[in-house]
């Protein structure tokens, strides 16, 4: 006799969990043994793995090819500035403010650009975008077109001192882009997540065996929406500033976050995470070279389009069926009649 057990961990998972829990633990002692630089920069990478792991979830299995994500990192930040500004609120609980803020406001924004498919959704989300820049552009109180500054009032309610600003910051943002992961791998990991592998692989066979297509893609809006909104507001904390055209910038918000995931690998949890890492590699060591920077970066988007459609860590899988995070179901059989095993 044997009987089944469906389990998600590999050796190869198992290996990669041990080396994430690693170094989370190096990164978390990161103020003990970096510089101020090295702080702030190392924040700006969780930033990005954060939103390229929700645009990944939107894009990669959702199938919901958004180009105005920006338009929930500058309702964030300007939600953070606006609760603080005009309401008294603590900075850091602005930010969690934001988030459910910012996914009822995607409610309505589902609603509507939910009625258009494919590159039309694309510019529609855009177009949204563009809208909320021009509101905030009128809010005179938070400045208009111009921008406004947090309060130093603000600011040292925080912390004290600035070392102490910039450490609060910096645990701040490891905790939300290690939130997000884990809300990531949590929802993949239910009945949920395996709608949306099925949606990502083939909708329409996902649609014909009973999946509300629609439903989870309108729930993955709104929440990524919740947390998109999250990380602007954190961003802009560590800014201290804002204006429409930085919070709502396509460039700086998408395109660069599209840029990851694509080189990563799109539809897998892991890919944002390289991709963060080359992405992050390659400005450091070439953003002295202008716009010939931004050309170089075009042409490797390119190269790896090319020679491995699924991106980097796809390939990697594909090759050496590495697993860094357990997420796909194995059926093990397990012989009842052999006492070993």
């Known amino acids: 006799m044997s009987e089944h057990r469906v389990e998600h961990a590999t050796r190869s998972s198992q290996v990669g969990v041990a080396l994430i829990a690693v170094t989370l633990i190096a990164l978390a002692l990161a103020p003990f043994w970096g510089d101020r630089q090295t702080l702030r920069l190392l924040a700006e990478?969780?930033?990005?793995?954060?939103?390229?792991?929700l645009w990944n979830l939107l894009a990669g299995y959702a199938g919901l090819v958004s180009v105005g994500q920006q338009a929930f990192v500058g309702l964030g930040g300007y939600l953070l500035f606006a609760l603080v500004i005009m309401f008294d609120v603590h900075p850091v609980l602005a930010i969690f403010i934001a988030g459910p803020v910012a996914a009822i406001i995607a409610i309505p924004v589902a609603a509507l650009t939910f009625r258009l498919r494919g590159a039309y959704f694309a510019i529609g989300t855009w177009v949204v975008a563009e809208v909320f820049r021009l509101l905030a552009s009128q809010v005179s109180v938070l400045g208009g077109g111009s921008g406004i500054s947090l309060p130093a009032a603000a600011v040292i309610a925080m912390a004290p001192t600035r070392q102490a600003r910039e450490f609060a910051i910096y645990w701040l943002a490891l905790a939300l882009a290690v939130i997000v992961l884990v809300a990531i791998v949590v929802l993949l990991r239910s009945r949920h997540g395996l709608a949306l592998t099925a949606i990502r692989d083939n909708e329409t066979a996902a649609q014909s065996n009973g999946i509300g297509v629609v439903r989870i893609k309108y729930i993955?809006?709104?929440?990524?929406?919740?947390?998109?909104?999250?990380?602007?507001?954190l961003i802009f904390l560590q800014k201290l500033r804002i204006s429409p055209d930085t919070a709502f910038s396509v460039n700086d918000w998408?395109?660069?976050?599209?840029?990851?995931?694509?080189?990563?690998?799109?539809?897998?949890?892991e890919g944002p995470i390289i991709g963060t890492i080359i992405f992050f590699v390659m400005r450091q060591t070439l953003s002295d070279l202008g716009s010939m920077y931004l050309l170089i970066m075009g042409a490797v988007a390119i190269v790896v389009m090319l020679w491995a459609p699924k991106g980097v860590w796809g390939l990697i899988v594909e090759r050496y069926g590495w697993q860094a995070l357990p997420l796909?179901?194995?059926l093990v059989l397990k012989d009842k009649s052999r006492p070993d095993a």
Do not use: C, E
């Not at 990478?45 to 792991?53: G, I, K, R, T």
């Open 328 to 330: 796909q179901r194995r």
């Open 220 to 233: 993955v809006y709104v929440l990524v929406a919740f947390g998109t909104a999250m990380i602007g507001a």
């Open 45 to 53: 990478v969780y930033a990005f793995v954060a939103l390229a792991s």
């Open 254 to 269: 998408t395109a660069f976050v599209i840029f990851i995931t694509v080189i990563g690998g799109i539809g897998r949890i």
